[in-house]
């Protein structure tokens, strides 16, 4: 694999959402029941056993955050400390042993610092991707937990979501479950995005941009929107994202909820959204690190698309939470107390 270009040379503008092999990461091993301090490695290959959990039995878990370049040249972390708990999650669900969340914290600031020429530039709404993974390592062949881990943080160089500006797509209702009732749909873990390819690719090729997958158990209630959480906002301006025990709590949706009820004058709820009561939103989007705020024109259900505001205007309440959201994460507008850390560069 080759080493990424120099920054120098990247066309920030135009980037999508690709691998590249950047000059630092960080790695730490789990060996003998401890995590020994970790530390930046230019080396971006892992080389494992086969007998590892990870390859066989999904035991491994990751992340995802971005870094934001503001208007100053600083670099801005958005909620670092809500990663870390969620993989803290993620690990306990998979009997993995969680790493420690300050460090965690600190070895995401540590990639940013090391990889800095590769945050992009203010204005071009990209950012930098930060992948943090953990994988069960070591010779195993029994279905049980593996005694060595690699915890492991990349970092990537990726575009806006919408170069062209927002704008609606549409979704289909997936025939197949993202997790199960009492499953593993609350962590974020390999698993559950393996099985989520086959409904992602039906969809492209029908020419949805996503699915929308039903809760589990009853197929009645929209649990997500492809990897990225629900929302609708509703004629009396009511801001309601699925409540579910099997849906990824997402970082952006509960930012969202706090800006709705706090800056757009909203009522903020999370409850059940029934598929067959889409009437009731004059607006829907979803919403995650990856998809930011993104618009959804209509969803298909049973052969009948619903649209919601227009297939092809953005509504006026999905653009503010949006504007709100990246206002805040690129430095614009004044952050919430705590939802912003500063990554030091030398
Ligand atoms: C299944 C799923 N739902 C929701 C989200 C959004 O979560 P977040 O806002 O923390 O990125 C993601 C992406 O991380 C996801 O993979």
Known sequence: MAKAQPASEIDFNNLGFDYMD?????????????????????????????????LHYGQ?????????????????????????KRMHNSCERLLMPAFPEDQFIAAVK??????????????????????????????????????????????????????????????????????????TGQSKVGGNYGGSLLPGDEAHKAGFSDVIYLDPATHTKIEEAGSANFFGITKDHEFVTPKSPSILPSITKYSALWIAEHRLGLKAIEGDIFINDLDRFEEAGAMGTAAVISPIGGIEYKGDLHVFYSETEVAPLTRKLYDELTGIQFGDVEAPEGWIQKVPVK
């Open 22 to 54: 950047l000059p630092y990461r960080f790695i730490a091993h789990y060996t003998n029941g401890q995590w020994d301090a970790g530390e930046l490695s230019e080396d971006s290959t892992l080389h494992i056993s086969e007998g590892s959990t990870s």
């Open 60 to 84: 491994a878990d990751f992340e995802g955050l971005k870094a934001y370049r503001t208007k100053d040249g600083s670099i801005n972390l958005f909620r670092p400390d809500m990663n870390a």
């Open 110 to 183: 540590q990639v940013v610092a090391a990889n800095a020429d590769y945050v992009p530039p203010y204005g071009t709404g990209a950012t930098l991707y930060l992948r943090p993974l953990m994988i069960g390592i070591g010779g195993n062949i029994g279905v049980h937990p593996a005694s060595e881990y690699i915890f492991t943080i990349f970092a990537q160089p990726v575009g806006a979501y919408y170069k062209g500006g927002l704008k609606p797509t549409n979704f289909t209702t997936s025939y197949y479950d993202r997790a199960a009732p009492h499953g």
